[in-house]
């Protein structure tokens, strides 16, 4: 039976939320963690009640989790049950008021223009795979697309006539521009690089690996941690990092946050505005450094 109940609960986020991989990979992670504590209790899920759940967010707590996944888990479940009394599975929730863990929201790491310039600097483009790896780190600075988006790009995605693509994300299509320098080098690496790298013609994806397939997240992952050590950025850059650069740069130069919110494909405008926080951040960190009475 639980199997029947997570199995429609993936589906229902699936198709009616739209969540993302990752989202889905977490709830359904938590949902099976929870269901072996409550196993190893002779408890079903269906039939925990709030003090179980309760139990259940001590319990992490011991084992040294952070609050960051305790909130998280909390979500998990409050959707879940929200989803089984919807479903009539049961009649009221037990998660309904299990309290979250409060969470100071931690503003994501970003590079300064230097850095930004400094990290596009590294690859060799004078060498098929170093013209890729720039091409894919140019093309994440200038549009701020998720880098799920990036390694789904299709060849047919890439309209360099008009410097734009068109990105699948989320559900949702949208249309970026790009600035010259990067429809310069994804015009070099899609008439130099690419053709050299696909396993076959058939191959319809924009980035490949050195195999020739359709690059992985994973591949990425290593690859711009490479170049950051190479160029000497000691920030924790992750794949990211770039969305965020683009959108708190942009930001910062008088873009109006609804743009940028249609650029970064957020569903909430709520979304966006934590890169409001980034840059009066910036500004007050500038202000004690160079004021002479801070």
């Excluded at 559900?171 to 015009?187: F, N």
């Excluded at 940028?260 to 709520?270: F, K, P, R």
Aim: charged letters at 25%; hydrophobic letters at 35%; glycine letters at 6%.
């Amino acid at each position: 039976m639980l199997a029947e109940y997570l199995s429609g609960f993936e589906s229902y986020l699936k198709i009616e939320k739209n969540a993302s991989t990752n989202t889905l990979n977490s709830y359904m992670r938590d949902l099976r963690q929870f269901d072996s504590y409550a196993a190893a209790r002779n408890t079903d899920i269906s039939g925990a009640d709030n003090d179980f759940i309760c139990g259940y967010m001590e319990h992490l707590k011991q084992q040294g989790k952070s609050l960051a996944t305790i909130s998280r888990v909390t979500a998990t479940l409050k959707n879940f049950y929200r989803w089984l009394c919807a479903n009539d599975v049961i009649e009221s929730s037990p998660a309904k008021d299990v309290k979250a863990e409060r969470v100071e929201r931690k503003l994501p790491e970003i590079l300064t223009g230097e850095e930004v310039e400094l990290l596009l600097s590294q690859p060799e483009k004078s060498d098929i795979k170093g013209l890729r790896d720039k091409s894919m780190l140019e093309l994440l600075y200038a549009t701020g697309i998720r880098v799920s988006e990036l390694i789904s790009l299709d060849i047919t995605d890439l309209n360099l006539s008009l410097g734009v693509i068109r990105c699948q994300g989320r559900g949702k299509s949208r249309t970026i521009p790009l600035y010259p320098g990067a429809v310069k080098t994804l015009r070099e690496y899609a008439m130099n690089a690419r053709p050299k790298l696909v396993s076959s013609d058939e191959e319809t994806a924009l980035f490949v690996n050195m195999d020739g397939v359709r690059m992985s997240r994973q591949g990425f992952w290593k690859l711009i941690k490479h170049y950051a050590a190479k160029a000497g950025i000691t920030k924790d850059i992750t794949p990211h990092t770039l969305r965020h650069s683009f959108a708190a740069h942009l930001l910062e130069n008088g873009a109006e946050l609804k743009d940028i919110q249609e650029m970064l494909g957020h569903a909430d405008i709520s979304s966006t505005q934590i890169y409001s926080h980034i840059v009066k951040q910036q500004i007050k960190e500038v202000y004690k450094k160079f004021h002479p009475l801070a």
